[in-house]
């Protein structure tokens, strides 16, 4: 589900009597600078393919502009992020430097993500089927035209499915056919012979933080839910920081970017600590 952008109209209209297809864009702008700065919006992405000795990849999100890279894993590994200053510091040649499991990574503008060091081993699974059936009460995967066996699949891998509506997780197979895969559990019923899915044995798989689209026009519900007056206050700072406009105000202005700015940091401490209130006292070592 998605909640439209014109739908902060009313919000921002209380307080501002700018015309409407302003505020829309004054709106989406305020989406894309909360989401970049506090970080809220993480996203899995389809898996990637490794190919041995090439270290860069494209990553990319048809649901957003792609911020940073969250965090990282090569099938059930986690990655850790490095500075590239620090390898070109520290490390000489680092550029030519293989491993059969690279343990660190770097982005850069070009929203690649580069593996450190180059791997020299491609992944073992990586297959693109679009004729699935998830079925939850057997815990089984089937592909109407088959191909499990012969993408290399096999019982007791740890399989990492993406690119899915409702599927994307990993999965531990207890058995493989050509044309069904039993997993421990877990799965969500989708698909009749017609769900889409990446299947991938140690693959790079990535978490994006997105922000929305230039040209989006709605955006995910719980940026509507949990921020709803969050951005109709950035959006009202930005209206009456409009100079030459009959609703400019700078006292207005000031008021409203004074919350919008407390509210930034408050989501983006929320994203670092999570949403449970932490309570260790009766932890024990």
Same mark, same amino acid.
């Given at each position: ?57 494209? =990553?990319? /999100? +048809?649901? $957003? ?10 099938? @059930?590994? #986690? !990655? ?60 089984? =995967?089937? /592909? +109407?035209? $088959? ?10 891998? @740890?399989? #990492? !499915? ?124």
């Amino acid at each position: 589900m998605a909640k439209n952008i014109t739908e902060w109209r009313p919000r921002v209209l209380r307080n501002v009597n700018a015309p409407t297809f302003i505020i829309d864009e004054v709106v989406l702008d305020t989406l894309r600078d909360f989401c970049e700065r506090a970080k809220v919006w993480t996203k899995r992405l389809t898996a990637i393919q490794i190919v041995a000795y090439t270290p860069s990849y494209a =990553i990319s /999100s +048809a649901s $957003g502009d792609i911020v940073e890279i969250d965090h990282a894993r090569i099938g @059930t590994w #986690d !990655i850790k992020p490095i500075a590239e200053s620090w390898l070109n510091a520290n490390v000489s040649d680092w550029q030519n430097a293989t491993a059969s499991r690279p343990e660190r990574y770097l982005m850069g503008y070009d929203r690649e993500i580069r593996l450190v060091y180059t791997p020299n081993e491609s992944s073992d699974v990586y297959a693109a089927f679009t004729d699935l059936t998830f079925d939850a009460s057997e815990n089984t =995967i089937e /592909s +109407a035209g $088959g191909g499990f066996t012969a993408a290399g699949l096999t019982s007791g891998q @740890t399989i #990492d !499915i993406s690119g899915t509506d409702d599927n994307d997780r990993e999965v531990k197979a207890t058995s493989v056919t050509d044309t069904v895969i039993t997993v421990e559990g877990g799965l969500t019923d989708e698909g009749t012979a017609d769900a889409s899915a990446t299947l991938a044995v140690n693959g790079l798989h990535v978490w994006a933080v997105l922000k929305p689209l230039i040209t989006a026009t709605t955006v995910e519900d719980f940026l509507y839910n949990d921020f709803l007056e969050d951005i109709a206050n950035g959006a009202r700072y930005r209206l009456f920081e409009m100079p030459g406009t009959k609703w400019a105000n700078g006292e207005y202005a000031g008021y409203y970017k004074a919350k919008y700015e407390q509210a930034v940091n408050k989501a983006a401490n929320r994203k670092l600590k999570g949403l449970t209130k932490a309570n260790t006292g009766g932890i024990r070592g």
